[in-house]
């Protein structure tokens, strides 16, 4: 499963973004897809999660309200709306893959795109 994720850039707070991650290969065999984020220094986080079978979502408290991860399964494409950003959403964002279902949704993911910087200015 190969993964590319796009859409980021720079943003004002309070602005909207939405991020795109296209799956290739493989993706007959995914359970689920997530996004994750990481700041710098700071470890990668959840962000949130959907099953490409009936569309179950999933998303981290901070997130929540604010982001809507939704999926269009005849492209293998998987969207990230974020709304409602602030400066602490700025972070590479990645899409991954979750090929069995293991620890899913925050776990398991097995295959991971090359990320896509999101900047929010204050």
């Known amino acids: 499963v190969q993964l590319q994720a796009f859409g980021g850039g720079l943003v004002q707070a309070g602005g909207s973004l939405r991020l795109s991650c296209r799956a290739s290969?493989?993706?007959?065999?995914?359970?689920?897809m997530g996004w994750f984020r990481q700041a710098p220094g700071k470890e990668r986080e959840f962000v949130a999660a959907?099953?490409?079978?009936?569309?179950?979502?999933y998303y981290a408290d901070s997130v929540k309200g604010r982001f809507t991860i939704s999926a269009y399964n005849a492209r293998n494409t998987v969207y990230l709306q974020m709304n409602s950003l602030n400066p602490e959403d700025t972070a590479a964002y990645y899409c991954?893959?979750?090929?069995?279902?293991?620890?899913?949704?925050?776990?398991?993911?097995?295959?991971w795109g090359q990320g896509t910087q999101v900047t929010v200015s204050s």
């Open positions: 991954a893959a979750n090929p069995t279902g293991t620890n899913y949704p925050y776990e398991g993911y097995d295959y």
């Open positions: 290969g493989r993706t007959f065999s995914n359970y689920g």
């Open positions: 959907i099953r490409w079978s009936g569309y179950s979502t």
